[in-house]
């Protein structure tokens, strides 16, 4: 059996692309300050982390890979408000009427990254 360990992403500024992260998620942070080039963003209770590195070059196309999060104590609604306050930039929104779909929002390096319905609201069903 093999596991994913981590989840990279190619950054100018890992430190602040990982503080996001870490704000978002409600993860720890690992060692690291500003100046490094790489910053680990720790799972609590195990794995996959975030590792934020350092790159030169800049994102020009869209994302190969992203995140889907799913909430355990809030709406997709609510959470979707409170990361662009975070920072986030809407950038899809798939909701429907009848309360089913998700948001694809971008963090502040442009990263895309999706906001899911929570398990009591797929649980509910549409409204």
Aim: aromatic fraction near 8%; glycine fraction near 10%; hydrophobic fraction near 35%.
């Amino acid at each position: 059996m093999i596991e994913v360990h981590t989840v990279t992403f190619d950054s100018h500024d890992p430190y602040r692309i990982a503080r996001w992260w870490s704000d978002a998620l409600g993860w720890p942070m690992g060692e690291g300050g500003p100046e490094d080039d790489e910053i680990l963003v720790e799972r609590p209770g195990g794995r996959p982390h975030l590792l934020f590195q350092r790159v030169p070059e800049g994102k020009s196309v869209k994302n190969r890979l992203h995140l889907d999060l799913r909430l355990a104590d809030r709406t997709r609604d609510e959470e979707v408000e409170r990361l662009i306050a975070l920072g986030a930039t809407l950038h899809e929104d798939h909701r429907f009427s009848d309360g089913t779909g998700w948001v694809v929002l971008l963090d502040p390096d442009g990263n895309e990254f999706c906001v899911c319905r929570s398990d009591a609201e797929r649980a509910a069903g549409p409204s």
